[in-house]
Nanobody, 127 residues
Framework: VQLQASGGGLVQAGESLRLSCAAS????????MGWFRQAQGKEREFVAT????????YYADSVKGRFTVSRDNAKNTVYLQMNSLKPEDTAVYYC?????????????????????WGQGTQVAVSS
């Protein structure tokens, strides 16, 4: 499985960005997809996750109501729509994937539970 994240950039506070995570290889609807981010000098943190087959989503409290995860099955792509961006959202954003059979639901927010990772895309939000 290969993941390719894109869509990052520099925006002002209050603006929006949409990140994409294109999956190739043996990815299927039996995977759990996650978005994580890592700000400079900080540990990687959970942002959002989605069960590809059922579309069930879960968000970190810090982004709930502002970020939305979605998927396009035909394109094998997962999106992270980020609205009302804040300077504290500045980070490198990573998409990740793991077979659903290999992860317990209460581990969805843990980066160590994910097997495959994209290369990261930088998001910078100015005030």
């Amino acid at each position: 499985v290969q993941l390719q994240a894109s869509g990052g950039g520099l925006v002002q506070a209050g603006e929006s960005l949409r990140l994409s995570c294109a999956a190739s290889g043996s990815i299927s609807s039996s995977y759990v997809m996650g978005w994580f981010r890592q700000a400079q000098g900080k540990e990687r943190e959970f942002v959002a996750t989605m069960n590809w087959s059922g579309g069930t989503t879960y968000y970190a409290d810090s982004v709930k109501g502002r970020f939305t995860v979605s998927r396009d099955n035909a394109k094998n792509t997962v999106y992270l729509q980020m609205n009302s961006l804040k300077p504290e959202d500045t980070a490198v954003y990573y998409c990740a994937a793991v077979p659903r059979r290999s992860i317990l639901s209460y581990h969805y927010t843990q980066s160590s539970a994910y097997t495959y990772w994209g290369q990261g895309t930088q998001v910078a939000v100015s005030s």
